[in-house]
Structure formats: structure tokens, C-alpha cells
């Protein structure tokens, strides 16, 4: 709350942030479990956000792929199945995030 009316104080129109993939899904793997607590928080600040009537804007790679997704795959680049996994991620975290309409895929 102190955030969002800090960006209000400054007449911000709209706010960016990132979620990593590790903190929601540990190894970000298809078959591994979903964290709750991150993206309770999540969604609790995100809508805060909106509520305020902020835009947000949410990226879901910050070059933090992460040693569980780097690690058997080799890096970003390397074979479908981290795409694969990577799509899982993004589509628990757009379940999670209704009503958030910006979606940014990757960083720079």
C-alpha cells in the first residue's frame, strides 16, 4: 500500500515488475508443484495496483532463467521441452492474473 500511494504521489500511470520463474515453481518444470504463497503476493499487489487505477505491466523472463530450467536444458535456446516449461509457467501465472492485461514475454 505504501508503494502504490508513493507511485500515486508522483502521478505514475503505470508500473512495471517482474516475476521470477523460480520463486512460483521451484524447478519450473511441467510436473513440479506451484508455490501459493508467491502468488498470493502477487496477486494481492498486482490488484492493488489496478485498483488504484495503475496500469500493469508484468515481464515473466528477466534473464533469471534459473539452475532448474538451466541446468538440464543447457541454457534458453536449447530444445523444446524448456519452451514447454516455460509456457506452463506463463500460463500458471495468467490463470493467477486475471485481470492484468500487460503481459511483457522478455526483457531487452
Avoid: C
Avoid at 519452451?83 to 492484468?100: I, S
Wanted: charged share 20%.
Amino acid at each position: 500500500p505504501e508503494d502504490i500511494a508513493l507511485l500515486l504521489s508522483l502521478g505514475a500511470l503505470s508500473y512495471r515488475n517482474w516475476i521470477s520463474s523460480s520463486r512460483i515453481m521451484g524447478d519450473p518444470g511441467r510436473g513440479d508443484a506451484v508455490n501459493q504463497a508467491p502468488i498470493d503476493h502477487y496477486v494481492l499487489f498486482v490488484n492493488e495496483v489496478l485498483d488504484a487505477g495503475i496500469t500493469g505491466f508484468i515481464r515473466v523472463l528477466d534473464w533469471d532463467l534459473g539452475e532448474g530450467l538451466h541446468q538440464p536444458y543447457g541454457g534458453l535456446l536449447k530444445g523444446t521441452e524448456l519452451g514447454l516449461d516455460f509456457e506452463n509457467y506463463a500460463r500458471v501465472m495468467n490463470r493467477a492474473l486475471p485481470l492484468l492485461r500487460n503481459w511483457i514475454t522478455f526483457f531487452e
